[in-house]
C-alpha cells in the first residue's frame, strides 16, 4: 500500500453517549483518526471499548453526538437518512458475526439480492469465486459449513463493489482452520478490489494481517500499531 493514499474515511472529535437508566454512559469520547484507500485495519479492545459504536458510526448505520465524520470528500455526519441509505448502499459492505443468509436460497440467489441493486455489481458468480467458492454456487446455506456461509456473506457484502468493507468479528463464531479460510476471503477482496477493510476482532493474533492495528480502550484509541508487512492469513493462527 502506498504510504499517502487518498484518504477514505476522517474522524475528527467523535463522541457517542446513551441515556441508560437516567445516566449518561459514553461509547466514545473524542475519537481522531484517518484511514486511507485499500488498508487492512484491525481494531482491537475488550468488549465494551467502543469498537462496535465507532464502525455502525463509519458505515451510517448510527450518528455520533458530537464530532465529524468525513468520506472521501464529503462529511456523513451533515447527511440527512436518505443520504446515508444510498451512502450505504452504494459504498459500504458489511460482514457481521453471523451471516444472515436466506435459507430458501443459494448461494449465488443469496449474492444476486444485492447485484440486482447495485449500480455496477460483480456477477455472483465471479464474487463467489473470488471468495473461492466457484463450487459451491447452487448449494442452500443448509449444505455448507460455518466457513463456507460467512464466505458467502463476504461475496454478498463486496459484490457492489464497495469502497469499503466493514466487518465485525467476521470469525467470532468459528474455529481457527474455518476462521481463517473467512481471513484469506477477505484479504483477497482487499487485493482484487483495493476496498479499505476494517476488522473488529477481540483476537490478538489476527492483528498481524493488518497494516495498522488501533487498539481501542474505554472510548478512546489507546495506541496505533504500524505493521511493517502484512502476514499471510493463511500464516496466522490463534
Not at 471468495?131 to 466457513?147: A, I, K, T
Not at 467470532?172 to 477477505?186: K, M, P, R
Amino acid at each position: 500500500m502506498e504510504p499517502q493514499s487518498p484518504i477514505t474515511f476522517r474522524t475528527v472529535g467523535l463522541t457517542k453517549s446513551y441515556k441508560t437508566d437516567g445516566n449518561e454512559v459514553w461509547a466514545l469520547r473524542g475519537i481522531d483518526i484517518e484511514f486511507r484507500e485499500g488498508e487492512v485495519v484491525i481494531l482491537l479492545g475488550p468488549s465494551g471499548s467502543g469498537k462496535s459504536t465507532f464502525l455502525n458510526i463509519l458505515g451510517g448505520l448510527d450518528r455520533p453526538t458530537s464530532g465529524q465524520v468525513f468520506f472521501r470528500d464529503q462529511e456523513l455526519t451533515d447527511f440527512d437518512d436518505s443520504s446515508l441509505t444510498r451512502y450505504r448502499r452504494d459504498h459500504v459492505g458489511f460482514v457481521f458475526q453471523f451471516y444472515n443468509l436466506i435459507p430458501s436460497l443459494t448461494a449465488r440467489e443469496n449474492v444476486a439480492l444485492v447485484t440486482d441493486i447495485a449500480a455496477d455489481p460483480l456477477r455472483p458468480e465471479d464474487a463467489l469465486a473470488l471468495v473461492g467458492l466457484e463450487d459451491r454456487m447452487d448449494h442452500f446455506p443448509s449444505q455448507l459449513s460455518g466457513g463456507e456461509q460467512q464466505r458467502v456473506a463476504v461475496a454478498r457484502s463486496v459484490a457492489k463493489r464497495p469502497v469499503v468493507l466493514l466487518c465485525d468479528e467476521p470469525t467470532g463464531a468459528l474455529d481457527s482452520e474455518t476462521g481463517i479460510s473467512v481471513l484469506q476471503a477477505i484479504e483477497g477482496v482487499n487485493r482484487e478490489l483495493g476496498t479499505t477493510t476494517v476488522i473488529i476482532t477481540h483476537n490478538a493474533g489476527i492483528a498481524a494481517m493488518a497494516d495498522r492495528v488501533v487498539a481501542f480502550a474505554d472510548g478512546q484509541v489507546a495506541g496505533i500499531t504500524v505493521n511493517p508487512e502484512r502476514t499471510p492469513a493463511h500464516a496466522i493462527s490463534w
